[in-house]
């Protein structure tokens, strides 16, 4: 099979698996196996036309940028052919201690012993001026002060160091740090360790590039959902930028930021900053709006209703014999805002143009007021195509015929600062499960 991949933006084809609906798997066997394409482009906002941007954001691989490291559970290594364990816990590297995997009652990592165990982490661009959370939980066979844990270059120098005090009960532990901006350097070591007179237990092992929403570096925002997602059932549309009126000193220091897309907007009300309601209701946990500089955006996967959307049985998911968590919704991959009925406010972009608008009242010398509103326009170009070739039969010399997929705009980002957004188009080829991978014979994005 040969893939052709879109001649001028970023793509990647791959295969994976969504419920057929919207909604939960009825069954796990009823997850429906799916080609997908993606193609994303970065484009100048404002203008008349839909123009490039010098440079493009690629196809990002890594899912929601906060997380980089989640031993949430921790797995059991590898194994040779005669039963050896090569790595007891996959992922970690002892340099000394005993480690093992503890699958019951808790699945985490024990480590018996002084000496440091490693996880080898590659980022996908350069880590100076980055910064990391790193969070744990641990527990120790007696009251003990550990030693030695940090995150460091391969060259050994440290990003973040810590002493911590534990006891027989889990405790969590976290600390933030920032690498010095000029690391050019792509690949990191997280560092736990072993003490030598107890046996210490990790759960819970996260680390987090970032302890807010955004990242602090403005020239690269648009890096923080999973591009891979196999199907997007809706639309996102983030705004990222600072909330400012469209000029200082509006009446009441009050103001509304809108985006608007045909006939559909969604408005955010400001008082000062503040972000207050969201189309008419008032958000019910919004942690970033008066610490971070995002007007309209994500809802974060970690908790909250895109959290029940992965499913409650998604911590006893087995890849080996389930494609996906039988109660997972298509949504989780969704985050924007949602309106009172718990319903994303856009579908799938089909218009030329997004207006991103800010408004608000003034008042004039002569005591009358006006209504100011600064509109900027977001141009869209016509959607990607993507073509699949196939043969019509399993025979090796069937002729072959072709299926077009839609590719849908299900993804836009625009970033105030830098006057460019970014573009996401998927097309979702279903019939992939009736025809297989082995009558395939190409695949063109244009």
């Known amino acids: 099979m040969e893939i052709i991949l879109h001649p001028t933006l970023p793509s990647q084809v791959l295969v994976g698996y ?10 796990p066997n009823d997850a429906q196996q799916v080609l997908t394409g993606i193609v994303k482009g970065t484009f100048v906002a404002g203008g008349t036309t839909a123009t490039l941007a ?36 996959a992922g970690w590297t002892s340099e000394g201690p005993v480690i093992s995997h503890q699958a019951a009652p808790d699945t985490l990592m024990r480590v018996a012993g002084a000496g440091r165990v490693t996880q080898f982490i590659a980022f996908d661009r350069p880590l100076g001026g980055r910064t990391f959370t790193l969070s744990f939980e641990a527990r120790a066979s007696a009251n003990i ?24 009960i889990f405790n969590e532990f976290s600390a933030v740090a920032t690498w010095s901006a000029g690391v050019e350097e792509k690949e990191a070591l997280l560092v736990l360790t072993g003490h030598a007179s107890a046996t210490i237990e990790y759960d819970w092992v996260r ?15 648009i890096r923080y959902e999973h591009d891979l997602a196999v199907d997007k059932p809706r639309a996102d549309v983030v705004i990222l930028g600072a909330p400012a009126p469209p000029q200082p000193g509006p009446d009441g220091n009050l103001w509304s930021e ?23 209701v008032v958000p019910a946990d919004v942690p970033w709006a008066t610490t971070t500089p995002i007007t309209i955006g994500w809802q974060s996967r970690l908790d909250g ?72 326009p977001l141009r869209l170009p016509a959607a990607p195509q993507m073509t699949v070739a196939f043969r019509t039969t399993s025979a090796p010399d069937a002729p072959t015929t072709s299926a077009n997929v839609p590719m849908r705009l299900d993804t836009v980002i625009y970033d105030k600062a830098a006057n ?13 499960e009736t025809i297989g991978m082995e009558r395939l014979t190409g695949i063109t994005l244009s």
Do not use: C
Request: no cysteine; charged share 15%.
């Open 145 to 168: 002060t550990l030693t030695g844990i940090r995150l460091e270059t391969e060259s050994g120098a440290a990003i973040l160091t810590g002493n911590r005090n534990l006891t027989t």
């Open 207 to 221: 680390l987090n590039e970032g302890n807010t929403i955004l990242p602090p570096d403005p020239d690269d925002p």
């Open 305 to 376: 209703l895109r959290n029940t959307y992965a499913g409650v049985d998604l911590a006893n998911f087995d890849a080996a014999t389930m494609k996906l968590p039988q109660s997972f919704d298509n949504r989780f991959f969704n985050g924007g805002f949602y309106a009172a009925d718990g319903q994303p406010v856009f579908g799938h972009i089909t218009a030329s143009v997004i207006n991103v608008r800010t408004r608000a009242n003034y008042t004039n010398g002569g005591g009358t007021t006006e209504t100011v509103t600064q509109t900027t």
């Open 258 to 280: 809108i985006v608007a897309i045909g006939g559909t907007t969604m408005t955010a009300s400001f008082n000062g900053g503040v972000l207050t309601h969201l189309n008419g």
């Open 420 to 432: 460019r957004f970014s573009a996401t188009w998927r097309g979702v080829w279903t019939d992939l």
């Open 18 to 27: 969504r419920a057929p609906s919207s909604g939960p798997l009825p069954d």
């Open 54 to 89: 010098d440079a493009q954001f690629p196809i990002l691989e890594q899912d929601i940028f906060f997380n980089l490291v989640r031993n949430t559970d921790f797995n059991e290594g590898a194994q040779t052919a005669n039963g050896t364990v090569i790595t007891p816990v």
